[in-house]
């Protein structure tokens, strides 16, 4: 397998979570609304996901010049966003490589219509755990941030087989735990999550899959 990497950890903890206050706030109807991955998941109350994700000037650059650095991304790049969301990330890539061919997908029909006008018909809907359509390695790299976690177990084989094959390279975030402290404060905040396990779980299912690509591991502490 490939190399532990830290690229959305720093953002990850720029936010503050009030772990008890969201596991007591009627949290059963709070999952099953983010679960529908619509209006109120990305932009209705923080009860229901996001509470308004909005594009931020250059929040996702960083991680778009590590990557482009990482996996030495040629101008001409093919990129695949699994679970791309609102494809701002995808949208920072574009600027940076204009020529690059970028592809993403979501489940969510309301991020996909409110990605950034610039790479909004490079986006499709499409489930992670179906089979995709590219040819063997048709991308230079292919990237899932905090999206194959949402995946029950008997989902994830085809989802992470499929992104090991369509990729040369290969990077998925995910999010895991430590110890028991963390474990608690995932359960109390995450609202979508199916897969729960730790990193060495995380590890094990990758290697029994045949990943081999580059993967990271997103805490709440």
């Keep these: 397998m490939g190399k532990l990497l ?7 903890q720029i936010t503050s979570r009030k772990y008890i206050e969201r596991m007591v706030d009627d ?5 099953r609304k983010a679960k529908e991955y619509e209006f109120d998941y990305w932009d209705g109350d923080r009860r229901y996901g ?7 000037d250059d929040r996702w650059k960083k991680v778009a010049q590590f990557l482009i650095d990482i996996y030495s991304l040629k101008p001409n790049a093919k990129i695949l966003d699994v679970g791309c ?28 219509a409110t990605a950034k006008e610039e790479v909004r018909d490079n986006v499709v809907c499409h489930k992670a755990q179906n089979q995709y359509s590219w040819d063997d390695d048709h991308f230079d790299l292919v990237i899932s941030l905090g999206c194959i976690h949402n995946l029950r177990l008997f989902e994830l084989e085809t989802g992470i087989k499929e992104i090991e094959r369509v990729g040369k390279n290969k990077f998925i975030m995910v999010e895991s735990y430590r110890n028991e402290q963390e474990l608690f404060n995932l359960q ?7 897969s729960f396990l730790d990193t060495a779980e995380w590890v094990w299912l990758y290697n029994h899959f045949g990943y081999t690509g580059d993967y990271e591991f997103i805490y709440f502490e």
């Design 50 to 56: 996001y509470g308004g994700y909005k594009y931020i």
């Design 27 to 31: 949290k059963v109807n709070c999952m």
């Design 85 to 112: 969301g609102k494809a701002f990330l995808l949208y920072e890539l574009k600027q940076l490589l204009p020529d690059a061919e970028i592809v993403g997908f979501d489940i969510s029909r309301h991020g996909l």
């Design 6 to 12: 830290n690229i959305v950890t720093p953002l990850h």
């Design 188 to 194: 109390c905040w995450a609202l979508t999550a199916e």
